[in-house]
Every structure is written in structure tokens, then in C-alpha cells.
């Protein structure tokens, strides 16, 4: 079992900064890899980025490259997610996930434990 509990969302103006973080309990953080997701209202939950094992490889979804940067500690078994130049579109549930498989999986059905999630608002 892995218990994921996400923090650090809020309200921000467009262009503003905000970092998101997910603690980890459970098995051995540094054994899996993680994963950030976001859900706007009425809409699917869609990859954002992802982190392998050690924090050596990462990847982004298209609309996030070069505005967010994931990473991890293991030794607080952590994983952040730093968001720059927020933009409105960004507004959504944002959730942090365990993938106990193989690294690089960007589909919501591969990973195995969930966070409760934590609103980000991107005011205009």
C-alpha cells in the first residue's frame, strides 16, 4: 500500500508561480515511479508529468514543457511539482500518483495509488 497526500495549491494570478507537493508513506519511495495529473471540471484526467525511480528521467506533457518541472527527494519521499508561468488553462484538480510498474507510462489506468488532489486556480 502507498498513501499519497498532495499540498500546496491555491489561488494564483496568470503568470504567477506555485509549488505542489506530494508526500509519500507506505513501500519504499525510492522503488517506483511517480506521476502528476490534472483534472479541469467535466473533463478527463490527463498526464502532466512523470518521474522514474531516482529522479534521473523525467517527461512532460506538451502543454507543460518549460513552464513546470517535476522532482523528488527520497530521503523525505517526497515529489514536487514546481509550476511557472501558470496560465487560466492551467485551472484544475491537480493529483499525484504511484506507478508501481514500468517508468514513463503517461495513462491514468497505469498507475496504482492516488492522492485526494488539490485545486490550482489560475485567475486572468
Known amino acids: 500500500q502507498v498513501q499519497l497526500v498532495e499540498s500546496g495549491g491555491g489561488l494564483v494570478q496568470a503568470g504567477g508561480s506555485l509549488r505542489l507537493s506530494c508526500a509519500a508513506s507506505?513501500?519504499?519511495?525510492?522503488?517506483?515511479?511517480m506521476g502528476w495529473f490534472r483534472q479541469a471540471p467535466g473533463k478527463e484526467r490527463l498526464f502532466v508529468a512523470g518521474i522514474n525511480w531516482s529522479g534521473g528521467n523525467t517527461d512532460y506533457a506538451d502543454s507543460v514543457k518549460g513552464r513546470f518541472t517535476i522532482s523528488r527527494d527520497n530521503a523525505k519521499n517526497t515529489v514536487y511539482l514546481q509550476m511557472d508561468s501558470l496560465k487560466p488553462e492551467d485551472t484544475a484538480v491537480y493529483y499525484c500518483?504511484?506507478?508501481?510498474?514500468?517508468?514513463?507510462?503517461?495513462?491514468?489506468?497505469?498507475?496504482?495509488?492516488w492522492g485526494q488532489g488539490t485545486q490550482v486556480t489560475v485567475s486572468s
Open positions: 507506505g513501500r519504499t519511495f525510492s522503488n517506483y515511479a
Open positions: 500518483a504511484a506507478d508501481l510498474g514500468d517508468w514513463g507510462r503517461t495513462s491514468s489506468a497505469a498507475y496504482d495509488y
